[in-house]
């Protein structure tokens, strides 16, 4: 079964930056379309960041300019480095694998993202 698992999340304030991070084990990393999602307090998930297997990415409008995703296949390892964080992007940052058109199967945990003003 596949299992990612989410580290680097925290508080800080506006302005400031974070870099999170997932770990994949029990898939061939390689091959798989990455994606990062959030949700905030009553509001549905949403599509954050995402870079397929040759390293193409996307991004959602709210966070362009300001986030970046990247992989490292050597350590099955996807990241998302958040810089200028506002108090909009507070929410819970998941990882998942997807499809090739960006369509979540397997989920992280999880880690809470809070930005104070």
């Known amino acids: 079964q596949v299992q990612l698992v989410e580290s680097g999340g925290g508080l800080v304030h506006a302005g400031g930056s974070l870099r999170l991070s997932c770990a994949a084990s029990?898939?061939?990393?390689?091959?798989?379309?990455m994606a990062w999602y959030r949700q905030a307090p009553g509001k549905q998930r949403e599509l954050v960041a995402a870079?397929?297997?040759?390293?193409?990415?996307n991004y959602g409008d709210s966070v362009k300019g300001r986030f970046t995703i990247s992989r490292d296949n050597a350590k099955n390892t996807v990241y998302l480095q958040m810089n200028n964080l506002k108090p909009e992007d507070t929410a819970v940052y998941y990882c998942?694998?997807?499809?090739?058109?960006?369509?979540?199967?397997?989920w992280g945990q999880g880690t809470q993202v809070t930005v104070s003003s």
């Open positions: 870079i397929s297997s040759g390293g193409g990415t």
């Open positions: 998942a694998t997807t499809t090739t058109t960006f369509q979540a199967t397997n």
């Open positions: 029990r898939i061939i990393f390689s091959i798989y379309p």
